[in-house]
T-cell receptor, first 114, second 109 residues
Framework: NAGVTQTPKFRVLKTGQSMTLLCAQD?????MYWYRQDPGMGLRLIHY???????AKGEVPDGYNVSRLKKQNFLLGLESAAPSQTSVYFC?????????????FGPGTRLTVT | SQQGEEDPQALSIQEGENATMNCSYK?????LQWYRQNSGRGLVHLIL?????REKHSGRLRVTLDTSKKSSSLLITASRAADTASYFC?????????FGKGNQVVVIP
């Protein structure tokens, strides 16, 4: 099992450009999450999904969109990147509800917006 | 939203010593989890403790939970260089986990 994988690992964007981050999991988990991690801020939830075809907003959803067309994939999109979106992005998944189940994390995507 | 807060923020210890870090939270919880993050990697789940549990062990890890004080502690015994990492507590919030800002531990060989 590969667990949770993320592509790409690194990306540099110019302000205003768009991109999509892909997260894939092979554990048949229902729940998937996108976080961003900034120095001194811990992890903040951007969006999450409780099943195929469903998405919901987290703590910091502005400027991001997500889609969960297939159970194993969770995509995070930036339509018009801004320097404030420079961060490390982590995808995670869990079998059940996040609050009562451990989450499995991907290796992260380091995004720089200039 | 409630959020775990770890204390102290950074800790340097010699290999073989014990490392203790604390986490406090503001509102009632059902569960509290601890995660480890090695430099440049994703988070790895260490242990989950439920609100009706006071202590839990996993290998060299010991977690305590005091719901009356709204706090938890993580003890790593006989630390190793490989324990060098950031440690996060996470408390349950509606539909998600709320992570603290992390506690950096450096184990000096």
């Amino acid at each position: 099992n590969a667990g949770v994988t993320q592509t790409p690992k690194f990306r540099v964007l110019k302000t205003g450009q768009s991109m999509t981050l892909l997260c894939a999991q092979d554990m048949n988990h229902e729940y998937m999450y996108w976080y961003r991690q900034d120095p001194g801020m811990g992890l903040r939830l951007i969006h999450y999904s409780v099943g195929e075809g469903t998405t919901a907003k987290g703590e910091v959803p502005d400027g991001y969109n997500v889609s969960r067309l297939k159970k194993q994939n969770f995509l995070l999109g930036l339509e018009s990147a801004a320097p404030s979106q420079t961060s490390v992005y982590f995808c995670a998944s869990s079998y059940g509800l996040a609050s009562s189940e451990e989450q499995y994390f991907g290796p992260g995507t380091r995004l720089t917006v200039t | 939203s409630q959020q775990g807060e770890e204390d102290p923020q950074a800790l340097s210890i010699q290999e073989g010593e014990n490392a203790t870090m604390n986490c406090s939270y503001k509102t009632s919880i059902n569960n509290l989890q601890w995660y480890r993050q090695n430099s440049g990697r994703g988070l790895v789940h260490l242990i989950l403790i439920r609100s009706n549990e006071r202590e839990k062990h996993s290998g060299r890890l010991r977690v305590t939970l005091d719901t009356s004080k709204k706090s938890s502690s993580l003890l790593i015994t006989a630390s190793r260089a490989a324990d060098t990492a950031s440690y996060f507590c996470a408390t349950d919030a509606p539909g998600r986990l709320a992570f603290g800002k992390g506690n950096q531990v450096v184990v000096i060989p």
